[in-house]
């Protein structure tokens, strides 16, 4: 059997289980027919894996797979290692990654997007999913960081806490909310340079502190139905959900008809609010936005009101989305 072998995506499952090693495999991982007994499936060994979904499957663990799991890489089968692209002949003995060729060149489009705007970025600076959704760039926060948050905006309870901003972008926070690391930052490619071309031409124009984009769902890995995260039409990777803008500059979630739970005060920034979506409206496409104040719905045509978005505006890109 030729090497290597990949284990692909079937349907919308994220792992396959490696039996009898006590692992999953992530959709994505490498592996090497070996011999095995194996009650069904074929026996396999794992040359490459990832932790895009969680947990990497370990390298040398050995188990037997369903066999409609696996398939050999073709000649278009393209991997990422150490940062460069090779075809299935360089991926078997070092850490690589399969990569469909539309995948690629999504992923390639959005870095030399964030280059234009931002700077360098290498390939292997961006994450992608085995379903062609491409993550928002972002850095991780560090430990320290995260617990100078905690006390600049006293988020002094695990509820405050989940609302914490961690991870940033170049022109952009990310918060997290009640979802799992990682499970909420995917989008479609043209999502994604949409996100960071809004991003980039907004903090040019409103450059203070108080006017930084924060962002929180976009999608999960992949257009499952049921959202996992939660939402009605985040599944297609063509919608963000971002934050309202405070009058106080600090990061966390502001009401438009509600105080702040922290202080019991108005912080929702509502002249801000509504000169972003007017300006996000003429300057990027925007087939959707969703949010409740009646005031910026007056000001802003296209903007409607739907249960639910009274503390965040619900953004889409590219052709008109379904109704909600
Ligand atoms: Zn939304």
Redesign the pocket.
């Known amino acids: 059997m030729p090497c290597p072998l990949v284990v692909a995506a079937t349907g919308f499952a994220l792992f396959v289980p490696l039996d009898g090693a006590g692992v999953d495999l992530p959709v994505g991982s490498v592996v090497r027919a070996t011999p095995m007994q194996c009650a069904r499936g074929i026996g396999v060994e794992v040359q490459a894996s990832h932790d895009t979904y969680g947990a990497a499957a370990p390298i040398g663990a050995r188990g037997c797979v369903a066999a409609e799991a696996v398939r050999p890489a073709d000649s278009d089968t393209r991997f990422l290692k150490d940062g460069a692209v090779v075809g299935p002949e360089g991926a078997c003995d070092a850490p690589s990654r399969p990569i469909p060729p539309a995948t690629l060149a999504g992923l390639t489009r959005v870095r030399d997007t964030y280059a234009e705007l931002f700077g360098p970025l290498r390939l292997d600076e961006l994450d992608w999913t085995d379903w062609g959704y491409v993550a928002l760039p972002l850095r991780a926060l560090g430990a320290a960081a995260i617990e100078a948050e905690w006390a600049r905006e006293g988020l002094s309870t695990p509820s405050r806490r989940e609302k914490a901003v961690v991870a940033a972008g170049p022109a952009y926070l990310h918060f997290l909310g009640a979802d799992a690391p990682g499970s909420d930052i995917w989008a479609t490619p043209a999502t994604i340079e949409h996100v960071l071309r809004l991003a980039h031409a907004w903090s040019t124009r409103c450059g203070t502190p108080d006017c930084m984009l924060q962002l929180g769902?976009l999608a999960w890995y992949n257009a499952r139905t049921p959202d996992p995260l939660g939402?009605r039409d985040?599944n297609e990777g063509t919608?963000v959900?971002i934050r309202l803008f405070r009058t106080d500059g600090g990061h966390y979630e502001a009401w438009w008809n509600r105080p702040d739970d922290r202080t019991g005060a108005h912080a929702y920034d509502r002249a801000r609010t509504t000169e972003f979506l007017a300006f996000a409206m003429a300057n990027a496409p925007v087939s959707e936005v969703?949010f409740n104040d009646p005031a910026v719905i007056a000001a802003v045509p296209g903007v409607r009101a739907v249960k639910g978005h009274d503390d965040?505006v619900?953004m889409c890109f590219g052709a008109k989305a379904t109704q909600p």
């Open positions: 769902d939402h985040h919608c959900d969703l965040h619900h």
